[in-house]
């Protein structure tokens, strides 16, 4: 996952995270869980460590509040807990499937876990990208105007064909890397349907057609 991308994820999370805290103070007052409290001021100061040892310590008492599994979630995000934070996303999945953004930030913990995580067999990272995938189609399904849920499912499908299009790898397939590319452009040029003068963009999709025609 390249800088901007990450950029933009974390950029997304902190309107996300407005928009829920909004929510949230509106029933700090009333809330009986003095962890619930403390944890959510230390996630708007910024505070993602405390945030997310506050948070922690409200389970299972909260574990049914999806805005509390949110803010556990994003600060396990933001602390470079990946997998902790796409379980947290997936518990506010189950809670309320239509939260695009939840899937949004499990998409992208299962991403980054995919790439970053060197322990990780090359048919579990396939399994990640494909989950992350799969969870960036339903958050488009359920808000498909938001351009940053089509540009990160063509960073995951890339980061798919690199995975499965290299070479001697145990999970190498042409035909399947030439679709994940396939996919990646399709996505970054709807990307570019919104918005046609992202020269970023358009360096993606040259570099995704470069990558599919150069496969072995």
Partial sequence: MNLKSLKLGLFTGVFALVALSANAQQKQAEHSNANVRMGQKA??????KN?????TKALPEEGKDPDVLYMLGYSQFQNGDYKKSAETFGKVVALNPKNANALYFKAKANNTLAIQ?????????EQLLRVAIEDYSKAIAITPTDSKFYQNRAIANRDLGILIGT??????????AT????????????????D?????????VKKAKVYRDNLK
């Fill in 43 to 48: 996630l708007l100061d910024g505070d993602f």
């Fill in 196 to 204: 046609s003068s992202k020269k970023d963009i358009q360096t993606e």
């Fill in 179 to 194: 679709d994940a590319y396939n996919n990646a452009i399709k996505d970054y040029e709807k990307v570019l349907s919104f």
């Fill in 117 to 125: 995580t060197n322990k990780v067999s090359a048919a579990n990272k």
């Fill in 51 to 55: 945030a997310e040892s506050y948070l």
């Fill in 167 to 176: 070479a001697g790898t145990p999970n190498y397939n042409k035909a399947m």
